[in-house]
């Protein structure tokens, strides 16, 4: 099941860029990920911390979701960045390499109330993810695919095969929890072509939007994880093609040249759900 608010586009801003912070308030990303942990040096963390605990207090982000990543409870600042963000106008805490749910109950311990997302990126927390999907704080996952490959040893490919099974293994964890699941960052974030291909990767393997790394690949996400027109308007005639079969007796219909079932009516009320909650994020 897709989930209605939107996650096309997930955008990583390292929490020490006092210029990319500000810039991100006009920024057409579904969501922010404010970042202390791979995108801040060891020398800024603190005052990348404070920044970020000021900055959130007073901007406007508008409709985006606030997401901020800490460092892990491993390091020197994990524990320090969870105090932080206490009570603090956020939409969920990012856990960093994330291996098994107790990951994630030493961080539900330290901080009540927000929802807990888990970046997916050891080999650990492939095997477990069913077990991490299933924490009751959990309300979403992130692939860290280059900590994944830096793990595994696999070589970055066009078609990503070597990440295959872990982004599989990840997707059915987070689906069969009902949770929203964004797929990993494209590093080449000059070339657009690829960007667009593994964005129509991910979308079609079920992943809700793609994190990025820099504005430039924010179009090219938010169109490949939209429904097109075509879509819509394909969802819309299913479903009314659907309730005159209904009406006739009938449990299936045809559109297309294809049958469509009920269980092609969720799919395509989903489809007109998604449109929807799109628009109307796009017009406040
Ligand atoms: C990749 C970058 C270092 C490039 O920076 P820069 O050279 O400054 O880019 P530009 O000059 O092209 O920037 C143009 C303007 O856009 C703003 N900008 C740039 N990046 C961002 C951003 N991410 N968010 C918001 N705004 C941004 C610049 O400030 C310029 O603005 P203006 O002055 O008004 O023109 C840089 O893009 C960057 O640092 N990106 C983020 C890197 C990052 O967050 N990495 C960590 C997350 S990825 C990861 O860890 C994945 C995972 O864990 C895994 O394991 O896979
Ligand atoms: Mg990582």
């Avoid at 991100?24 to 202390?36: H, M």
């Avoid at 404070?50 to 959130?56: I, R, S």
């Avoid at 508008?62 to 994990?78: A, K, M, Q, S, Y």
């Avoid at 308007?233 to 219909?253: L, Y």
Wanted: glycine letters at 6%; proline letters at 4%.
């Amino acid at each position: 099941m897709t989930t209605t608010r939107p996650y096309r586009s997930a955008l990583y801003i390292p929490g020490s860029k006092e210029r990319a912070l500000e810039k991100a308030k006009t920024l057409a990303a579904d969501a922010i990920i404010f970042d202390l942990e791979d995108a801040v040096a060891p020398d800024e963390k603190a005052a990348a911390r404070a920044l970020l605990v000021e900055t959130l207090a007073t901007a406007d982000y508008g409709n985006r979701t606030r997401i901020v990543r800490v460092n892990g409870l491993d390091t020197e600042w994990g524990a320090d960045d969870i105090a932080a963000f206490k009570g603090a106008k956020i939409d969920a805490l990012l856990i960093p390499k994330v291996s098994s749910a107790k990951d994630l109950d030493a961080v539900a311990a330290l901080i009540p109330d927000v929802p807990l997302w888990a970046m997916m990126e050891t080999a650990l927390g492939m095997l477990n993810a069913a077990q991490i999907a299933a924490h009751p704080r959990l309300a979403g996952m992130v692939m860290g695919t280059n900590d994944l490959a830096k793990e595994l040893n696999s070589r970055f490919r066009a078609d990503r095969l070597p990440m295959q099974v872990g982004l599989g293994l990840c997707l059915l964890a987070a689906k069969a929890q009902g949770l929203t699941i964004v797929d990993g960052v494209y590093n080449a974030f000059k070339d657009e072509d690829g960007l667009r291909i593994e964005c129509e990767q991910g979308r079609d393997m079920g992943f809700d939007g793609k994190t990025l790394i820099h504005p430039a690949q924010l179009d090219i996400a938010n169109q490949a994880f939209a429904p097109s027109d075509a879509e819509v308007e394909t969802a819309q005639r299913q479903i009314d093609a659907f309730n005159a079969a209904k009406a006739a007796g009938q449990g299936v219909a045809v559109v297309d040249g294809k049958i469509v079932e009920n269980l092609h009516i969720v799919t395509a009320e989903a489809t007109l759900a998604k449109a929807a909650a799109i628009k109307a994020m796009s017009q406040t």
